[in-house]
């Protein structure tokens, strides 16, 4: 939803990946101090969400689930584009990626953690797969997913997703309306 928000506001995003645990042991979340009871009303909340939106949505098996492996092919999305081209190819490089490891958890219950699966995504989403992997597993890419992270920590965030507009965030995909009256507002 936040692609087509910002198209239909001229807003560009930045996509920024971020560590869920490394974020939560920096923040002092615990994502599984859970009890049953909360847990029903979670899914059955996403299930809501998707069908007042449209968007199809898959309770995924696998939950809470690694990510690393996915976060840092975001990042190697973004260095997989040429240097001069920087501003103009990595954002939609990363939102390429991005929607595409969303879609293949939330919608079809894939299991993100493996590296076949993501060099597969990759490959759907017009990468080389094989070669997004090999980036992602670089020192580059889990030093620049740790830099993004404790980037994220220092301006406040403490879980995902987050929105910033300027310096105002919204935490959750439940907020974006709010991020979509402010990008709206005139300066």
């Not at 807003?11 to 599984?32: C, E, K, Q, Y």
């Not at 299991?111 to 080389?128: E, K, N, P």
Request: proline fraction near 5%; charge should be neutral; hydrophobic fraction near 45%.
């Amino acid at each position: 939803m936040l692609p087509d928000i910002c198209a239909r506001i001229d807003a560009r995003v930045n996509w920024i990946p971020t560590h869920s645990a490394a974020l939560f042991r920096g923040t002092g979340f615990d994502v599984m101090a859970m009890t049953p009871r909360k847990a029903r009303y979670l899914w059955r909340d996403h299930a809501r969400y998707a069908e007042l939106t449209g968007l199809p949505f898959k309770k995924p098996s696998r939950f809470p689930i690694k990510t690393s492996s996915a976060l840092r092919a975001v990042v190697a999305a973004g260095s997989v584009i040429q240097p001069e081209d920087a501003g103009a190819s990595r954002e939609p490089a990363q939102r390429a990626i991005s929607q595409a490891i969303m879609r293949a958890y939330w919608e079809r219950d894939e299991d993100i953690s493996d590296r076949d699966v993501i060099a597969s995504i990759g490959t759907g989403a017009g990468f080389d797969g094989s070669a997004l992997v090999e980036i992602a597993d670089a020192k580059s890419a889990r030093d620049e997913l740790a830099a993004l992270t404790d980037r994220a920590i220092a301006r406040g965030v403490f879980g995902v997703p987050a929105f910033f507009v300027d310096n105002e965030m919204f935490w959750g995909k439940d907020r974006l309306d709010f991020v979509e009256r402010l990008l709206k507002r005139p300066e």
